[in-house]
């Protein structure tokens, strides 16, 4: 049936628009864009303070068998590292924490911060606990 408000909704079938585009290369790319530009200004902000963020890192996860963004930085600002304009920038501590082998990937799961309205996240697994996980 035909509603002249809103024209035969019916009639005619276009396939759904794609708000993110299938390409993982790009996508890839505009995150490792985003990372560095959050890190830059938080650097700008507080000079060193990607340095000071890996070094919480490392430290947390001396005493964590398991560790996410959330529980470092909790532990990284109750210890006087000034929260960044972006908490994007955790990303690029967090990925050079990888590639110095403190950290490697481990279970996806639901953020608890409500800002982030139970994203999924990273629960990262420590090369430096002696703890089992």
């Known amino acids: 049936m035909k509603d ?5 909704l019916f009639s005619r079938r276009e396939p759904p628009k794609r708000i993110v585009p ?6 890839r790319a505009a995150r490792d864009d985003g990372i560095k530009r959050a890190v830059n200004r938080a650097d700008a902000e507080s000079p060193s303070w990607s ?6 890192i490392e430290r947390f996860a001396k005493m964590h068998a398991t560790l ?4 470092v930085r909790d532990f990284a600002y ?10 994007r920038a955790w990303g690029g501590p967090f ?6 082998k403190i950290v490697t990937h481990g279970t996806m799961e639901r953020a ?5 309205h139970c994203s999924y996240m990273m629960r990262w697994r420590s090369l430096l606990c002696s703890q089992s996980s």
Not at 4 to 8: F, I, L, P, V
Not at 22 to 27: L, R, S, W, Y
Not at 68 to 71: F, G, H, M, Q
Not at 112 to 116: A, W
């Open 95 to 100: 990925r050079r924490a990888v590639e110095a």
């Open 68 to 71: 996410t963004a959330e529980e």
């Open 4 to 8: 002249d408000r809103t024209g035969d």
């Open 112 to 116: 608890t911060d409500p800002k982030v």
């Open 51 to 56: 340095d000071v963020a890996l070094m919480y």
């Open 22 to 27: 299938n390409d993982p290369p790009a996508a």
């Open 78 to 87: 109750k210890r006087g590292l000034p929260k960044p304009a972006n908490e």
